[in-house]
């Protein structure tokens, strides 16, 4: 596939993996941090999972599918756990792990 095809996919794992670093941020910031943990450490593995799809998207990576399969799978869990929270930052990266899981769906088959 040509990067062209890719442009959709890669803008929703580009603005998911900004919304989860916005929000692993912002939850550091709350008061009780702890209840946060296991909604940071999910931010910044869907981050990191967007980031490696946008990017194995872009190469046209032989890989990209499979790399984009994986990546909504982590979208999904992050979103999950980021819809438990009552933050904006939360409902926020949970809209956009969303969006990002559906495209990488869409790209993934």
């Known amino acids: 596939m040509s990067h062209e ?4 996919c890669i803008e929703a794992c580009n603005g998911c993996a900004t919304a989860c670093n916005h ?3 912002a939850c550091l ?3 009780n941090v702890k209840m946060m943990a ?8 869907c981050a990191a999972a967007c980031q490696f799809a946008a990017a194995a998207m872009a190469r046209g990576s032989e890989h990209a599918k499979a790399i984009c399969a994986l ?5 999904d ?3 999950a756990e980021c ?3 009552q933050m904006a930052h939360c409902k926020a990266c949970a809209k956009a792990c969303k969006d990002c899981a559906a495209a990488c769906r869409a790209m993934a088959h």
Not at 5 to 8: E, F, G, K, L
């Open 5 to 8: 095809s890719y442009t959709a």
């Open 23 to 25: 929000c692993a941020s």
């Open 29 to 31: 910031k709350e008061d």
């Open 38 to 45: 296991r909604c940071i450490a999910l931010d910044i593995d």
């Open 71 to 75: 990546c909504a799978d982590i979208c």
């Open 77 to 79: 869990a992050c979103g």
């Open 83 to 85: 819809e438990k929270h």
